[in-house]
């Protein structure tokens, strides 16, 4: 069972996602906050796999609070909502450690994919969201970004790089390792080095990563 908190200023949005994510018998709504600010309490108390965060709420907005759950360690997964397909607060809040993100009118048979997508440790990027977050971060700074970039993925043995190739193709766990001839097992191990060799990492900034440190878009040199 996939445990599942909500955060969203909105009473009628809160109500409406709690409807529609209590329709899944593997997904159980176990609370939810209006604000940013009560997202500590509710983890304390309901102890989620995946927070599903409104981005503008009035006091401590949905990127601050994904921010303030990496930073304790061991949080669960973020799933953002927005109302704006290029939202730039969609951007922060990724950088901010946040799993995916979806618009709030995303029909709720995906929403319920998404919630189960994130809870196994896989991003959520539409293709069209994911074009616009290569492009946003492609824009300043890019030479700087590549340095650094491949300078942590040295960090990984050739095996573990292909691994975040994959990843940043959008590739599923079993689909990398179709990919690789490894099983799935073998993935998620790799993976696990992988996150813990380049610090606090995740798929969606893992495939950032690999991104910057390919110029943008290409093969790796």
Request: charged share 25%; with cysteine.
């Amino acid at each position: 069972m996939i445990r599942v908190a909500i955060v969203d200023d909105d009473p009628f949005v809160r109500a409406g996602l709690r409807a529609i994510l209590s329709t899944a018998p593997d997904l159980d709504v176990v609370g939810d906050a209006d604000d940013g600010a009560g997202v500590p309490d509710l983890v304390g108390a309901a102890r989620p796999d995946v927070v599903v965060m409104d981005i503008r709420m009035p006091r401590v907005d949905g990127i601050e609070a994904t921010a303030r759950l990496t930073a304790a360690g061991g949080s669960p997964r973020v799933l953002v909502l927005t109302t704006f397909q290029l939202d730039a607060h969609v951007f922060a809040a990724i950088e901010a450690g946040a799993s995916g993100f979806l618009l709030k009118d995303t029909p709720p048979a995906e929403l319920i994919d998404a919630v189960r997508v994130v809870a196994s440790g896989d991003a959520m990027l539409s293709p069209a969201h994911t074009r616009a977050l290569f492009e946003r971060f492609a824009d300043a700074g890019a030479d700087r970004r590549r340095n650094a970039a491949r300078g942590l993925l040295g960090r990984l043995s050739a095996r573990e790089r292909e691994v975040a190739e994959c990843v940043a193709k959008g590739l599923s766990n079993a689909e990398i390792g179709a990919e690789l001839y490894c099983s799935e097992a073998t993935v998620k191990t790799h993976l696990t080095r992988v996150f813990t060799k380049l610090d606090d990492m995740n798929r969606v900034r893992l495939a950032l990563l690999v991104r910057d440190a390919d110029g943008g878009g290409g093969e790796s040199a």
